[in-house]
């Protein structure tokens, strides 16, 4: 298998930490002296054959000084963001150039997983069913009902010797009651956005799916080992539609029922905001008197009183005062920067 890494967006819930032209996974959030993406192409590494890394021009640089120099990895940059279907797609088209109908595999740059040896487990199961035809993702054992991810409904277990389950549907991200109903049933795991199949089967969807889509991704992965790929760039990427691959490829797989789901406990989070990262992280104030739960990240000392599960943020040119309960409105804030403090983005 072939693994393919989208490191792109702001993860601006996690500013100031993370912001456009630093973001999450160039960073060791988790205080382990490596980045998200080095952690996450360690983890990759003892199950792919090579690992294409797509990031966009701006970031093209750091993501190379990042990764290993022993041709394991590679970076392809995009010119601009045009979401995730792009992202993969372009890397999927140009594995199948080279390499004929291979078995890839989707795994976000930002994400943190304590159990390595379950990832690993995972993604070999996953490896087996996509090698069948089908589209496979990896789902995750939700331990409580949980607002800030999306889910998937399983179904039926698949024929023997296949360890999985089909996929009934994708749902967006619920309010806590009906994230509390999901758990009930024992049917639902949370969407981690892993996905997993061969680059014949992708293309083929994206051919009948997005048909604009498939060509220009295929025109582009033609030239990309050869003088004309700049070109082909310049003549095809701007026209690509932007399409994330959950709404362009496994929600409508999944109604054919052709989707399957390998269910798995692996210590994973997204570490989508200060919540997530409290969770990961032992960091914590130098002084908490009745504030259980706090989250510190600073130079100077801080010192929290009486505002449990409070996070307290400082970089060099700004400060952020919230609550882990509050975690998912940062995002927010940061959209409403106004034009003065445009460059603390």
């Known amino acids: 298998m072939f693994a393919i890494v989208p490191a792109g967006g702001v993860g601006s819930r996690l500013w100031p930490l993370s912001r456009a032209a630093s973001p999450k996974f160039l960073r060791d959030l988790e205080g382990a002296g490596r980045t998200m993406l080095q952690t996450t192409l360690d983890r990759l590494a003892p199950v792919t054959e090579g690992i294409v890394v797509v990031t966009g021009s701006a970031h093209a640089p750091a993501v190379s000084a990042q990764i290993s120099d022993d041709g394991a990895s590679e970076v392809v940059a995009e010119p601009s963001p045009r979401d995730s279907m792009a992202a993969i797609g372009l890397a999927a088209a140009i594995l199948h150039e080279r390499h004929g109908d291979v078995v890839v595999g989707s795994f976000a740059a930002d ?10 487990a995972a993604v070999r199961r996953a490896e087996r069913i996509a090698a069948e035809g089908l589209i496979v993702t990896i789902g995750i054992t939700p331990t409580a009902p949980s607002s800030a991810y999306g889910y998937i409904e399983a179904g039926s277990p698949l024929s023997a010797p296949l360890q999985g389950l089909e996929v009934a549907r994708f749902e967006e991200k619920p309010v806590p009651a009906t994230a509390a109903a999901y758990l009930a049933t024992g049917r639902y795991l949370w969407n981690a956005g892993m996905f997993v199949m061969r680059t014949g089967v992708l293309l083929d969807v994206l051919a009948e799916l997005q ?12 030239a990309w080992d050869t003088e004309e790929r700049e070109a ?24 054919r029922g052709v989707v399957a789901v390998v269910p798995a406990e692996m ?17 914590g104030a130098d002084l908490e008197i009745n504030s259980p739960g706090t ?19 400082e970089t060099e040119d700004a400060i952020l005062v919230t609550t882990r309960e509050r975690a998912q409105d940062v995002k927010a ?10 460059g603390l983005r």
Not at 300 to 311: D, E, H, L
Not at 333 to 342: F, I, P, T
Request: charged share 25%; net charge negative.
């Open 111 to 120: 994400h943190a997983i304590r159990d390595a040896g379950a990832f690993h």
């Open 211 to 222: 048909p604009e889509l498939h060509a220009g991704l295929v025109a582009i992965a033609r």
């Open 232 to 255: 082909a760039l310049a003549e095809h990427w701007e026209a690509l539609p932007r399409l994330v691959i959950d709404r362009a490829v496994a929600e409508p797989m999944a109604e």
């Open 267 to 283: 210590g994973w989070s997204d570490i989508g905001d200060f919540d997530a990262l409290a969770q990961v992280s032992p960091r």
């Open 295 to 313: 989250f510190a990240h600073a130079e100077r000392k801080v010192v929290v009183v009486g505002i449990p599960g409070a996070v307290v943020v």
């Open 333 to 342: 804030a940061v959209d409403g920067l106004d034009g003065e403090l445009e």
